[in-house]
Structure formats: C-alpha cells, structure tokens
C-alpha cells in the first residue's frame, strides 16, 4: 500500500513564505515522477509544478520565479518551497506521484491535502 503523506501547510501573510513535503512511503520499484496541484475555492484542481526522474521541471506561469520544486530521492520526499506568496496562493496543496509499484507497472497517487492561507 503507497500513500503519500503531506505536510507544512498553514497561514502566512503576503509576501512570507513556506515549504511543503510530500513523503512516499510503502513498497514500491520506483517514483517516476512527483508533483504539487492546487484547488483554491470553487475552481478547478491544477498542476503547480512537477519533478520528473531526470530532474526535469515544469511551473505553472503563476508561480514561475517565486515557488521551487525539488526532490530527496533518497527519502521518497519532493518539496516545495514557496516565496512571496500572494493572496491568489491560497489553496489546498495536493501532493501527487507516479509510482512504479512493480517494474513497468505505473500507478498514481494522491495525497490528502494540505491548506495554504496568504491573508494578513
């Protein structure tokens, strides 16, 4: 059984900054790739940012420059650190991974989420 397991959520005033991870555990071959979506109320769940396994990166236009993304293979961990948050970041941060529980077979996996409040 994979679950992945967030953390590092909270409030922060605009312009502040936090980090979330985003932990793998269970049995499984390998992590090809992990990401950050984000569902603010009343709209749609999008893509934030992901890591594939050769380290290449993708950022949404919004968060280009001030969110990065990165990821500790060695803990099954991806991060991602968010600076100069403004109030449109307040969301819920979903964590989501594709895992190859067994070799050459691929399955995906959510997170439960975890809030982001900018306000001040």
């Known amino acids: 059984q994979v679950q992945l397991v967030e953390s590092g959520g909270g409030l922060v005033q605009p312009g502040g900054s936090l980090r979330l991870s985003c932990a793998a555990s269970?049995?499984?071959?390998?992590?090809?790739?992990m990401a950050w979506y984000r569902q603010a109320p009343g709209k749609q769940r999008g893509l934030v940012a992901s890591m594939n396994t050769d380290d290449r990166t993708y950022y949404t236009d919004s968060v280009k420059g001030r969110f990065t993304i990165s990821r500790d293979n060695a803990k099954n961990t991806v991060y991602l650190q968010m600076d100069s948050l403004k109030p449109d970041d307040t969301a819920v941060y979903y964590c989501?991974?594709?895992?190859?529980?067994?070799?050459?077979?691929?399955?995906?996996?959510w997170g439960q989420g975890t809030r982001v409040t900018v306000s001040s």
């Open positions: 269970g049995t499984f071959f390998s992590i090809f790739s």
């Open positions: 989501h991974a594709i895992i190859e529980t067994e070799p050459r077979n691929y399955a995906n996996y």
